[in-house]
């Protein structure tokens, strides 16, 4: 495994003349997503707040069947189109530049059903290790993180196999990548004050590393044979 630095400098190299495709799909992407969830919003309870007493007054019960129904929605779409961000960001660690259009769809042809299945289970069991306390839950969700890269990687590993072996890959392997992701926080940090304008920049770039982060690992617990090529 390389050094964090290493992963940043070279997740920065790869993202040159690349940011202009990368931020448009991932616009398109909250756009999707977002559109489910502002529905559910219109639909749920409205109450009144006495600010002397802080008591609150249901003034419209809403529609609970309709928010069930647009958060669900707004998961599957949030599922798939965590797929289809890593699949971009994998091309990218690949010297590719990704296509919009056909960006767009790779999250919906590659067996969407495996990769809504994969997220809840990562959402389940990180809420339930989060139940227990704050660190449980971050470690879970670096145990299982490998999993949606993995899903990427073989059309033929299900959503629990995909889980189980990103055990196996992040074990003795978690505090590196918390610290590669801790690196990037103070940019993300420094973008609020630029009212998020900054993040189009450094998301790409984080997610670039991940995948490089991902590339060494897989190498390291799938050597190579000996005259054989690593393919995509």
């Given at each position: 495994?390389?050094?964090?630095?290493?992963?940043?400098?070279?997740?920065?190299?790869?993202?040159?003349?690349?940011?202009?495709?990368?931020?448009?799909?991932?616009?398109?992407?909250?756009?999707?997503?977002?559109?489910?969830?502002?529905?559910a919003t219109q639909f749920q309870?409205?109450?009144?707040?006495?600010?002397?007493?802080?008591?609150?007054?249901?003034?419209?019960?809403?529609?609970?069947?309709?928010?069930?129904?647009?958060?669900?929605?707004?998961?599957?779409?949030?599922?798939?189109?965590?797929?289809?961000?890593?699949?971009?960001?994998?091309?990218?660690?690949?010297?590719?530049?990704?296509?919009?259009?056909?960006?767009?769809?790779?999250?919906?042809?590659?067996?969407?059903?495996?990769?809504?299945?994969?997220?809840?289970?990562?959402?389940?069991?990180?809420?339930?290790?989060?139940?227990?306390?704050?660190?449980?839950?971050?470690?879970?969700?670096?145990?299982?993180?490998?999993?949606?890269?993995?899903?990427?990687?073989?059309?033929?590993?299900?959503?629990?196999?995909?889980?189980?072996?990103?055990?196996?890959?992040?074990?003795?392997?978690?505090?590196?990548?918390?610290?590669?992701?801790?690196?990037?926080?103070?940019?993300?940090?420094?973008?609020?004050?630029?009212?998020?304008?900054?993040?189009?920049?450094?998301?790409?770039?984080?997610?670039?590393?991940?995948?490089?982060?991902?590339?060494?690992?897989?190498?390291?617990?799938?050597?190579?044979?000996?005259?054989?090529?690593?393919?995509?």
């Amino acid at each position: 495994m390389k050094d964090n630095l290493t992963y940043r400098e070279e997740a920065k190299s790869k993202m040159i003349g690349k940011y202009g495709p990368v931020i448009l799909t991932g616009l398109v992407l909250s756009i999707i997503v977002g559109i489910p969830q502002g529905l559910a919003t219109q639909f749920q309870p409205v109450y009144a707040i006495d600010w002397e007493t802080f008591e609150r007054t249901l003034v419209d019960p809403g529609t609970p069947g309709l928010v069930s129904f647009f958060n669900l929605i707004s998961f599957v779409f949030s599922a798939i189109g965590g797929y289809t961000l890593v699949n971009m960001f994998i091309k990218i660690a690949n010297n590719d530049t990704p296509n919009i259009e056909s960006q767009l769809l790779v999250g919906v042809k590659e067996n969407p059903t495996r990769t809504v299945v994969h997220t809840f289970i990562v959402s389940v069991f990180v809420f339930l290790w989060a139940l227990l306390l704050v660190i449980p839950g971050i470690m879970a969700s670096y145990k299982y993180s490998m999993g949606i890269y993995l899903l990427n990687k073989n059309s033929n590993i299900s959503a629990y196999e995909a889980l189980d072996e990103s055990k196996g890959y992040m074990m003795g392997n978690r505090m590196q990548l918390f610290l590669l992701d801790l690196s990037y926080f103070w940019w993300y940090l420094l973008g609020i004050f630029t009212f998020g304008i900054l993040w189009f920049w450094i998301f790409p770039k984080h997610q670039t590393a991940r995948v490089l982060f991902y590339n060494d690992l897989y190498v390291a617990k799938n050597p190579i044979p000996v005259n054989t090529t690593l393919l995509d």
